[in-house]
């Protein structure tokens, strides 16, 4: 892309929106960085050319805030990692003739951000998944031992990583859990050396990428990530893609059967993912393809370019001037009062 061109990305102190900046920081896309978020303590704010200061997604300030931002200053795109920012942009509508909103469909974030039902929506497309049964229809332990065995995990129906996931192994541990009608019980697949992240693309342009790498967890984080070549995975994958009326990128979590050494997705994130960056860097380029066919209308296939790789993850550090952070001066958007 030729043209500068302002980008704005809300939510820059959470990973996958910092993963997004990283992504366009790399790519060939001539860009002006604006980021947001609701407090002055984000590290996506070293990644940006400008930074703000935002409402919470959740705030009646927000849309007006938003819409004076993109007229202030230009903007052509405005993207973000957070769930909730992209549930209230979805809902919202919202619409700027002059700018790109990159937002999840409303249809998709209903059905995908509730493991439940996920789980009805891959067994009304006939792809497999994990046993699941929805706790709020009030199974005994013995129910749920007889259909799933032990151990079995038990997880929130809505929430992020794994916040809230527990492991069953006793009655005692199940009988523990308060409020079961948030949550599902769900068959134990594989194990954490057989979990894969899977990288889907579905381009307005009628081409599907897809992109299998086996990873390594830590506190819901991925640590390591392994570019796999895994036909039947792919296969599975493919088969997710051209049920889900999208075109936004996302992500399908899967583990393989022991036994069987077949693919159950367990969550689908509807949203770009925490391995934005990495997968950029593994020539998976699907947050950069995404602007540029989109700003563009144009056919950018040619950009994916993926090579067996590894990633490793480690923890870093930024650092600010305290008096510019202290200030809020980021630049010359208006950082606006906050509910």
Known sequence: MNDKINILVLGVGGNVSIGILKSIINSDIDAYTFGACVQKYA?????????????????????PWLKKVIEDNEIKVVLSGVEEINNALAIANFENKKCQILVPEKHNLDIFNNKQSTVNWLAANNIAYPKTLDLGDFYTFSQIKSALTLPFVVKPKVGKGSSGVLFIESEEQYLNIKD????????????????????????IFNYTEILVMRRLLRNGSTIMAEVVDNQEIYNYCKKIADACNTSVPFNVQLRLCKKTQKPFCFEINMR???????????????????????????NYRSDFNVKPAVAMRYEAEVFFDKATLESLQFGKPTVMAID
């Open 272 to 298: 770009l993912s925490g391995t934005t960056a990495i997968r950029h860097g593994f020539g998976f380029k699907d947050c950069q393809v995404w602007i540029k066919e989109v700003v563009q209308n144009k």
């Open 43 to 63: 590290a996506g704010f070293a990644f940006c050319d400008e930074s703000l200061l935002c409402p919470y997604a959740n705030q009646k300030s927000f849309l």
């Open 180 to 203: 079961k009608n948030l949550f599902i019980a769900q068959q134990l697949i594989g194990d954490a050396e057989v979990e894969y992240t899977c990288g889907i693309y579905k381009s």
